[in-house]
């Protein structure tokens, strides 16, 4: 059960930005999770540890695009080059307006981009996500989209775009990499958000075969979609055969091959299981 308490020790500067947002947090968190079919630690543990990623446990709730010219390029180098990035920089309601224009909802040539930026738990953007978002909380965010900011309406905001885009059967399977890829449409933050679900499992007292986010069946299908030889059977067992293909599998990714699944370990899995399905 998510707690005060809880809420302290995990975002323990979340009310910096919004006052009484923690307390808010706790005292919703009984009525929103459920209401959105939320009704396990498990599942409240994948959505808050997204949600801690994504608006950095209540220190960026808004957006930062406060880009340098080079950082304009690196992030969207088919967008600027040169010239145009240093036109840009450090403007962030013009690159907003820039790299949102026409997308997720937005309309062309207007301020949608800079008035649907990322706000709230989980950062929902544009123009559409926001009015989606408002039909399924009740509350006009197209005309005020601050509200997702609202401390009273934070949490429910957050829950609801996890909701709406399609995380919960992933979570319910304990598959993280699912639900990264369905909130986020990538894959962005991928080790950092694997530590923020672990490190919300142990808040929640949910039991883990050690810091691994998910189960031995997993582990096996993952290196068996890698192309482990011989493959392995997904039985669920821990076996010498499964520890021989995890100890390859950190020896060919530079780890430390101690057969163990380590949360760096757990990371690498994932990022190559991302990479493998890019092509």
Not at 70 to 84: C, I, V
Not at 109 to 122: E, K, M, P, V
């Amino acid at each position: 059960m998510l707690t005060i308490d809880i809420m302290r020790e995990m975002w323990p500067h979340g009310d910096v930005k919004i006052p009484g947002l923690i307390d808010s947090i706790a005292a919703t968190a009984l009525t929103v999770f459920p209401k959105y079919g939320i009704t396990s630690d498990l599942l409240v543990a994948h959505a808050m540890g997204q949600f801690s990623h994504e608006c950095d446990a209540g220190n960026d709730v808004v957006e930062n695009l406060n880009y340098s010219a080079q950082g304009l390029m690196n992030t969207w180098p088919a967008r600027f080059d040169a010239a145009k990035a240093a036109a840009f920089a450090h403007n962030q309601q013009r690159i907003a307006n820039e790299v949102y224009d026409g997308r997720m909802g937005n309309r062309t040539g207007t301020d949608d981009g800079w008035n649907f930026r990322g706000r709230g738990g989980s950062q929902v953007t544009g123009r559409g996500g926001y009015d989606k978002l408002g039909q399924k909380v009740g509350l006009d965010l197209t005309n005020n989209p601050d509200l997702v900011n609202d401390p009273r309406h934070f949490l429910e905001c957050a829950v609801a775009d996890f909701i709406l885009c399609g995380c919960l059967p992933f979570a319910a399977q304990d598959d993280v990499s699912g639900v990264i890829f369905h909130l986020n449409g990538g894959y962005i933050g991928l080790s950092a958000r694997i530590g923020w679900l672990a490190r919300w499992k142990a808040a929640l007292s949910i039991n883990s075969q050690g810091p691994a986010v998910r189960g031995t069946a997993w582990l096996q299908q993952s290196l068996n979609k890698m192309g482990t030889e011989p493959p392995l059977t997904t039985d669920g067992s821990f076996g010498p055969f499964t520890v021989a293909a995890v100890k390859a599998f950190q020896q060919a990714h530079g780890l430390e091959a101690d057969g163990k699944l380590s949360l760096q370990t757990v990371a690498a899995i994932e990022q190559a299981l991302a990479a493998t399905m890019k092509t």
